[in-house]
């Protein structure tokens, strides 16, 4: 027979448990709108640095002075600019795109683990 403290007991865990769990689910949503704000920010700042790096020195600097002081014909200059210049475009993006892809974030920052933590089943 179920007497009425532990019934009341019960009820009270019950509910307990679940207003932890709206607020592991709202600190959740909190942190993973902190991360995107973040990641954004930092995909502003690495633009920025790329375009700062790769215009000033990747466009201008060094295939210029490669191309001027290298006895080459004028068909292996074409050739080795634009190499470079590719180079100087291709490299960058794919480090960048890498460096801040959404699952690596994810992995980072330890966002899966905490939304395993809160989906985790009942025992």
């Given amino acids: 027979m179920i007497s009425i403290p532990n019934f009341v007991r019960d009820l009270f865990e019950s509910y307990v448990r679940t207003i932890v769990d709206l607020l592991k689910i709202e600190a959740a949503i909190a942190y993973l709108k902190v991360l995107q704000g973040t990641r954004r920010f930092v995909i502003a700042v690495m633009l920025l640095f790329f375009f700062v790096v790769v215009l000033g020195c990747g466009f201008l600097l060094i295939p210029i ?47 899966g683990k905490l939304i395993r933590q809160v989906n985790r089943p009942k025992s």
């Fill in 65 to 111: 002075a490669l191309l001027l002081f290298m006895p080459w014909a004028p068909e292996t200059k074409a050739i080795v600019g634009i190499c470079i210049g590719g180079a100087y475009v291709v490299i960058p993006i794919i480090v960048i795109s890498m460096l801040l892809s959404e699952k690596r974030w994810v992995k980072w920052s330890g966002v």
